[in-house]
């Protein structure tokens, strides 16, 4: 025999062996009418609404493909995924049977095979058991069941808008039986049952962690049946950059406003439109704020909360800014405040506006020597307003006229007259000051302390 013959003879032998062994030992090769063979086997007298058991034990868990959006407003997430169903039907093993080992799946629909009736519990949309033949189900010889029904799942989640747009939010989706109480179908998580390998992130939310919970509980007082139930929840972090850039910064911007409106001269005749231009503005952006957040009182957002409170500063902007406008303008120069205006701007307003470095009581410089001698040709008296005179006597010396205080005993008289005197338009220029720093502290302290416990979150 030559060597090309023998080495056809052995790569025959190769080819030839597996067949042997297999056929020679009784056991078929797969092909398509050995697997119809062991569907009509299988199949024939099943019963679909059959349940395989007493209890049936599905283990279930969620592939969570994306977060498609999350509505704050109306409340709703939108996720994409499919669950991975596992539970085992012994009337669909052929584990037993040597004719169809090389026969390792089978694939059925609901159609001809029992699954769970579940459904989400949560859902906004109408209340379906997950139901689509085009959906398959696998089985392995041992008659172990995989089904992964999937779709886009739009659940209901209570927000949290406090911290709104730097908040963090929670939602759950709850999967439940049907009509099978927890007697009959008896629901568990899988080994790992939140999968996230095939998850895309969204560009709005940042998905932080997964929790998983369940529970058995009734569906409604009147009904006595316990049902089990599955929570899948998903704890997403806000994407904070566009919110900072499109809304917390321009308010913060807009509150700076408010101060240097009391910087403006009264003269300009801008202040009132820049105050109410300032108004108009934190009425819009609280007016699209709250077209975005869920009209709820159980939570009130801190971003909502510091814009009313800076609209309700920008009001008394527009209000003190006619009153400060009102008091420059309506008065005469020679026009002097009544004595109560004159003390309290002495002793608050100007101590607190620290208007050009005064003090309050701060008494007038006089020199003593233009207090004690006049010349007679600048102080003219006349002769009835001298001889009415009683707390000063005059002493001619040649052409020169001194007046004498005869009454020594009266020093806060002195003191009255030495004190400075302000116009109205002095008072309002004071004013004008006292309100910016009143505003600037006001803001400071309001933008420092909600920021903080939106940071701080």
């Known amino acids: 025999m030559t060597t090309s013959n023998l080495w056809f003879t052995l790569h025959l032998l190769l080819i030839a062996f597996p067949k042997v062994l297999v056929h020679g030992a009784g056991i078929p090769s797969y092909s398509k009418e050995l697997e119809s063979e062991l569907r009509s086997n299988l199949f024939t ?46 009337r669909l093993s052929w584990a037993g049977i040597a004719n169809y080992t090389q026969i390792r799946f089978l694939f059925s629909t609901e159609k001809y095979m029992w699954r769970p009736a579940s459904f989400i519990a949560n859902s906004v949309n109408e209340l379906e058991v997950f139901s689509d033949e085009n959906w398959l189900i696998r089985i392995n010889s041992a008659g172990n069941a995989y089904w992964t029904p999937g779709g886009i799942f739009e659940t209901n989640c209570d927000v ?52 998983t919970s369940s529970e058995t509980a009734t569906k409604s007082p009147q009904d006595t049946n316990n049902y089990d139930r599955l929570y899948f929840t998903l704890k997403m972090k806000r994407r904070p ?4 850039l499109n809304t917390i910064f321009p308010v913060l911007l807009m509150a700076s406003l408010i101060v240097f409106v009391f910087k403006l001269p009264p003269e300009s005749g801008e202040r009132v439109g820049m105050s109410l231009t300032v108004l108009l503005a934190y009425a819009v952006y609280l007016t699209l704020i709250a077209d975005n957040i869920p009209k709820t009182s159980l939570s009130t957002s801190i971003l909502s909360t510091y814009l009313t409170i800076i609209l309700m500063l920008s009001t008394l902007s527009v209000v003190f800014t006619i009153v400060v406008l009102d008091i420059y303008f309506n008065h005469d120069d020679d026009e002097e405040p009544p004595r109560w205006v004159q003390t309290l701007t002495r002793v608050f307003l100007v101590k607190m506006s620290m208007w050009k470095g005064e003090k309050c009581c701060r008494r007038l ?19 009835d307003d001298m001889a009415h005179d009683t707390n000063a006597k005059t002493r001619f010396r040649g052409t020169h006229m001194e007046l004498v205080d005869v009454d020594q005993s009266e020093p806060d008289q002195q003191d009255e007259d030495d004190v400075k005197l302000y116009s109205w338009k002095e ?31």
Not at 70 to 76: A, E, N, S, V, Y
Not at 241 to 244: A, E, Q, S, V, Y
Not at 433 to 450: A, K, P, Q
């Open 160 to 211: 949290d808008i406090t911290y709104y747009p730097l908040d963090t939010q929670t939602c759950s989706i709850v999967l439940t039986t049907w009509a099978y109480t927890s007697n009959e179908i008896s629901l568990h998580f899988a080994s790992d049952p939140v999968t996230t390998d095939n998850f895309s992130p969204n560009g709005e939310w940042d998905l932080i962690e997964t929790t």
């Open 427 to 457: 008072v309002a220029l004071i004013l004008d000051r006292c309100f910016m720093y009143l505003f600037i502290f006001l803001v400071l302290v309001t933008t420092v302390v909600c920021l903080g416990i939106l940071a701080s979150k």
């Open 365 to 383: 410089k006089v020199n003593p020597k233009e207090r004690s001698t006049l010349t007679a040709s600048t102080v003219k008296l006349p002769l």
């Open 241 to 244: 950059l566009f919110h900072i």
């Open 45 to 90: 007298g099943y019963e679909v609404l059959q349940r395989p058991e007493k209890t049936v034990s599905v283990s279930v868990g969620l592939n969570l493909v994306t977060i498609n959006s999350l509505d704050i407003k109306d409340q709703i997430l939108s996720t994409s995924g499919f669950f991975t169903m596992q539970w085992t039907d012994s």
